[in-house]
């Protein structure tokens, strides 16, 4: 019998029952098909067309084409969702037993912890009966410490070419990470802000009185274990602060597994500090439950095993059974649990330094989070569930941002066996500048001898650290990536670019605030979390006189922002970028410059001193405690380690001159992060209670005329259409008002000074109604505002008000002051005599 489809009731027009559905043959379907394939929607005469040209389609009715059409789209809709609803409800189950098996860990740790508080209290009560002989104490302490210290002696005996003792030191580095992964050998606290959900990022923890620092993350993937496996070894392509991994032996192990000696090093974040190594036994192998695990710990004198290489430029440092452990969901997919467990010898480190390497929130979002980040990003880009634009792969885009992040890290740490070598300091400290005669070996050997197609000398690098004092790290990168004006200099911009074309510009000598142009920012491709973007930054050229008319030409820059959350947990802020052409190539050269700015801990200080100060980390480095021990009013003193890095181009002939423009521009550029550092730094919270409002009869008065001026000069009213008119109520909404309203006193043989102020008004000069009249207006307002208003004054006096553009004032304590639209009117006396002037500043905030 031939299969026929059912779809709608047929026109009575054919001759057939309309009390019947039409019934479609196989062949029609699959004309349908095809047609739907290529246009799910088709227009009125495309279906007519289809019936012409079809003739298997003659007996039925363009309206009953037009239903299957849509009861075709309904089903593909249907199909849609429906998939999409197994795939939440697959993340559902496999999160919901990743929370039971958190659960029965915790329940775990709750009856580990309450057996130990039994057992504290039965030898609390024991001890208060009996006299316990300290000395015996002491001894058996010191035991265990040096059992710590060397745990079993059989380990010194470890053949170093010995499969077997390799094998034995995998097993035991498997049983203690797996003992961490989901057990309760270490006390994790979960972090902050890290909720677990079918569409977050998973369940993230810190240690807590644990051995050196340590991070855990458990979450959903998308991708098979073997995948994930894959991705997490090649750890470069995922960790930022990676510099190489060198696999100097493979051992087969059982189960399909292999054994691994593995060299690592690591960048330094800052100037500060010497960069770390691992040197370091890597185990991989199957489970019985069909998990698959790898598990890495350093090899030691304590672990036995052969010595590592040596390495007179890094601190060796110590990682603890760590990895990841990756298994199946139902359905597909991975639950991921990783481990970063390590040491990284923080008392080779300044004191001032020491909680970069101390801390396990700045682990956790170094190492374990950007892991789970990674493969959830690449998890998403394989389902198609990221799109990018430009036309370019994400795999592309992922390694613009890996070359941005490793340039810039080869600038700050600048390696000798990259090239680097360091030139001779002019008389200070501040800055230095170190040289790079290897172009081929430059940036890891990933440019080649065309990277310098007009320079063909070197890299030049400049770079100084300094320590800042309550200054949030994400406010701090966003004010630099996007008020550009306030610390870069065009010329030297120009400079930078000159490296990509054939015909340099001339050294230039780095002006303040010499930025005559706009940037316009075009996003290029941003993370899932969000928490990293790329961009490319088009800086819109203007000439600074006719001489300089060669710097009038649009640049570009690639640019990589990340850490500009405010709620992130211990994770650093950065900036990058380099100079581009606008039609860059996937393996375009970069040289990258840039800032990374890394939080440090609360410190608990003596008051006494201002808030507001950006510290020279000499003094703190030297053991100063007069700046170093400057804190707030509360006692709370936040610290983060700035790091600037800019690198250039230069032939034999220009080396020194080159040196010594990047040696002023970075201190022209420290000096401008200085005065930014002052503007955005968190005021002092104050006990002095909020200023009340003025119920004076002048103060009636005033704003009574005020707000009756305003609506005769303007025709609008000042508070709204439902705005009061009792004397008290006009007062309120006046000193409540959102925009800054100012009255201004207009004397003929004085200076201007102001004589009353709104709440948001005395909120905006940072002042009090007392001082407020020692404030005088031609020191709040700019130049361009006080030519605006000279040039606009007439104008007040003869229609009574004035609108000035957007400008820039500053308040009492020097801050500067943003505004979007200015309004100034006349404020009349009840006999129609001049008062004063009023100001209401809308929109403004602190630059």
Request: charged content about 20%; proline content about 5%.
């Amino acid at each position: 019998m031939m299969m026929v489809h059912t779809m709608n009731r047929e026109s009575p027009d054919k001759g057939l029952d309309s009390g019947k559905y039409v019934r479609y043959t196989p062949e029609q379907v699959e004309a349908l098909e095809r047609v739907y394939t290529e246009c799910p929607k088709p227009s009125s005469l495309r279906r007519q067309q289809l019936i012409r040209e079809c003739p298997i389609l003659s007996n039925i009715e363009a309206k009953q084409i037009k239903v299957w059409f849509q009861n075709r789209r309904c089903r593909e809709k249907q199909r849609k969702e429906a998939a999409r609803l197994q795939t939440v409800n697959r993340k559902l189950n496999a999160m919901n037993k990743l929370l039971m098996e958190e659960n029965d860990r915790l329940q775990k740790q709750v009856s580990h912890l309450v057996y130990e508080n039994g057992h504290m209290k039965h030898q609390l009560h024991t001890a208060s009966g009996t006299t316990t002989d300290n000395s015996c104490e002491s001894v058996v302490v010191s035991g265990q410490q040096h059992q710590q210290q060397n745990p079993n002696h059989q380990h010194l005996q470890r053949d170093a070419n010995n499969p077997a003792s390799f094998l034995s030191i995998a097993e035991e580095a498997l049983a203690e990470f797996l003992s961490k992964a989901t057990g309760t050998a270490v006390d994790w606290v979960q972090m902050i802000g890290m909720k677990p959900g079918p569409d977050s990022i998973g369940i993230v923890a810190i240690s807590r009185n644990c051995s050196g620092i340590a991070a855990r993350a458990c979450g959903l993937v998308s991708l098979e274990p073997m995948k994930v496996a894959e991705i997490l070894k090649d750890r470069p392509s995922w960790l930022r602060d990676c510099r190489c991994v060198d696999t100097l032996s493979v051992i087969p192990a059982e189960n399909g597994g292999t054994i691994e000696l593995i060299y690592t090093q690591m960048y330094a974040p800052t100037t500060l500090a010497a960069a770390r190594d691992f040197w370091t036994l890597r185990y991989s192998t199957c489970l019985e439950d069909g998990s698959y695990v790898v598990c890495e710990r350093s090899l030691t004198s304590a672990t036995g095993g052969p010595t590592g290489p040596p390495s007179s430029s890094f601190v060796r440092a110590e990682m603890r059974p760590s990895g990841f452990l990756i298994r199946p969901c139902e359905g597909g997919g991975s639950i991921l649990h990783i481990v970063d467990h390590v040491d990284l010898d923080a008392w080779s480190v300044p004191e001032v330094m020491r909680p970069l390497y101390e801390s396990s929130k700045i682990l956790a979002q170094k190492m374990t989070v950007a892991a789970l980040r990674h493969v959830r990003q690449i998890a998403q880009e394989t389902s198609g569930e990221v799109q990018y634009g430009g036309g370019r792969q994400p795999a592309v885009l992922r390694t613009f941002s890996q070359r941005l992040c490793r340039g810039f890290n080869d600038a700050v740490n600048g390696f000798v066996d990259d090239g680097w070598s360091p030139m001779g300091s002019d008389g200070a400290e501040d800055v230095t500048v170190m040289i790079n005669l290897s172009p081929g070996k430059f940036g890891g050997s990933h440019y080649g001898n065309s990277f310098l197609p007009s320079f063909g000398s070197g890299v030049l690098c400049a770079k100084a650290s300094m320590l800042l004092q309550n200054v949030p790290p994400a406010v701090l990168v966003r004010f630099l990536r996007e008020h550009r004006s306030e610390w870069a200099d065009y010329g030297v911009d120009a400079y930078a670019a000159a490296s990509l074309r054939a015909s340099p510009f001339a050294v230039p000598c780095a002006r303040a605030g010499g930025f005559p142009s706009n940037q316009v920012i075009l996003p290029l491709a941003q993370t899932v979390e969000h928490e990293e973007s790329l961009e490319v930054v088009r800086l819109e050229g203007h000439a600074y006189s006719p001489e300089d008319m060669g710097l009038a030409r649009d640049m570009y820059l690639l640019q990589l922002c990340s850490g500009v959350d405010e709620n992130a947990v211990g994770g650093c802020a950065q900036l990058v970028f380099a100079p581009i052409d606008e039609s860059f190539a996937d393996d375009a050269p970069l040289l990258p410059s840039g800032f990374r700015v890394i939080p440090l801990e609360h410190k608990s200080t003596p008051n006494g001193a201002s808030t507001n100060r950006t510290l020279d980390l000499a003094s703190a480095l030297e053991g100063s405690t007069r700046q170093a021990g400057e804190a707030d009013p509360n006692g709370c003193n936040f610290r983060s380690v700035l790091t600037i890095a800019f690198q250039f181009t230069f032939d034999n002939h220009s080396r020194d001159s080159v040196a010594s423009m990047a040696r002023q521009y970075v201190r022209s550029i420290v000096g401008s992060i200085q005065r930014v550092a002052l503007a955005i730094t968190p005021r002092p919270s104050s006990s002095i209670s909020p200023i009340s409002v003025p119920t004076s009869p002048e103060a009636l008065t005033l704003v009574r005329w005020i707000s009756r001026s305003y609506s005769v000069h303007t025709g609008a009213d000042l508070f709204g259409s439902d705005s009061q008119t009792s004397g008290d109520t006009l007062l309120h909404q006046l000193w409540n008002h959102t925009d800054a309203i100012l009255c201004c006193s207009l004397k003929t043989n004085a200076s201007p000074v102001f004589t009353f102020a709104n709440q948001t008004g005395l909120d905006m000069l940072e002042t009090t109604l007392v001082a407020l009249q020692d404030i005088m207006l031609d020191k709040t307002l700019d130049e361009s505002g006080r030519k605006a208003l000279c040039s606009e004054f007439p104008k007040i006096m003869q229609q009574g008000y004035a609108n000035l553009p957007a400008g820039v004032c500053a308040s009492s304590m020097g801050r500067l002051v943003s505004y979007e639209q200015a309004t100034v009117w006349k404020v009349l006396e009840d006999d129609e005599s001049n008062h004063c002037l009023a100001f209401m500043f809308v929109n403004w905030s602190f630059v």
